[in-house]
């Protein structure tokens, strides 16, 4: 077996799981989403053993690098950091609601790395500025604070969705009361926000290593930077002003939005020294 069939298998299982979520949602069937709950921990076992299979290959080829080197291999990781909070926080708090959101934004990312002919899943050596130890810390870190933020994205979309009404009578009057809402975005942005920030540090340490300088206002740098600033302001705004609802889960959105701008908008739409992304 190698890592292509697991994580080709890991693509199909979380598209299943999106299924049995949204099936749950939209028949009021608790016992689907329980089945999708299931499902989505053995998409993310087999997107596990995808991962650490090419690992094992790029030692064989000679490489000997972690598989976070390239944009197929950082969609493959950013489904499975979503993929394990996302575990977690339905483990933790019995949120099943949530699933519904983020199964189906863990399928895209890896189903984009799996079909988009554009992205190339071969295994290649690393470029010299990516040949360090700082690599793994940088990666690890930056993708946990995009899980992060990805689940208090799915939260905050249900503030514009659920019904105003508490006698409402929809499928969307049964999703988590706004102080459940709230809380749950707060913790996630919170979670995100802080290994956002040692992400930055760490890849700051190691721009210094590879290029002699922290900081060179890089696309991606600076976009991070942007990014940091509007989830800094998210927290400001809930812990010094007191913000709560709507207001504040448009900001998180907006954090969200300025995440996949830097993810991919920065690769597709400017150069430079991440352009290797």
Request: charged letters at 10%; glycine letters at 8%.
């Amino acid at each position: 077996m190698n890592s292509s069939l697991l994580l080709s298998a890991a693509t199909f299982i979380y598209a299943l799981a999106s299924v049995f979520y949204i099936g749950s949602f939209s028949f009021k069937k608790q016992t689907l989403a329980k089945l999708g709950f299931w499902v989505i921990i053995i998409g993310f076992i087999s997107n596990t053993g995808g991962i650490l299979l090419r690992w094992v290959e790029s030692y064989q080829m000679g490489y000997g690098h972690a598989p976070f080197s390239n944009m197929y291999e950082s969609l493959v990781f950013f489904s499975w950091t979503v993929a394990a909070l996302y575990i977690f926080v339905e483990f933790k708090y019995k949120e099943s609601i949530i699933g519904v959101f983020i199964s189906p934004l863990i399928f895209l990312a890896i189903a984009y790395a799996s079909f988009d002919p554009s992205i190339s899943s071969k295994i290649s050596p690393l470029i010299p500025a990516l040949k360090s130890n700082w690599l793994i810390a940088h990666v690890i870190t930056c993708f946990l604070g995009y899980a992060g933020f990805a689940l208090a994205f799915g939260f905050s979309f249900i503030y514009f969705i659920k019904p105003k009404d508490p006698n409402a009578t929809s499928i969307f009057a049964k999703l988590p009361d706004w102080d459940i809402i709230d809380e749950m975005t707060y913790q996630m942005i919170v979670f995100g926000f802080l290994f956002l920030t040692i992400g930055i540090i760490t890849g700051s340490v190691w721009a210094n290593s590879a290029w002699g300088k922290y900081w060179s206002w890089d696309p991606k740098e600076t976009w991070s930077l942007i990014t940091w600033f509007v989830y800094a302001i998210f927290l400001h705004l809930r812990l010094m002003r007191g913000w709560h609802g709507a207001k504040l889960a448009l900001v998180s959105i907006v954090g969200f939005a300025a995440v996949l701008f830097t993810y991919f908008g920065v690769n597709y739409l400017l150069s430079g020294l991440h352009s290797y992304g």
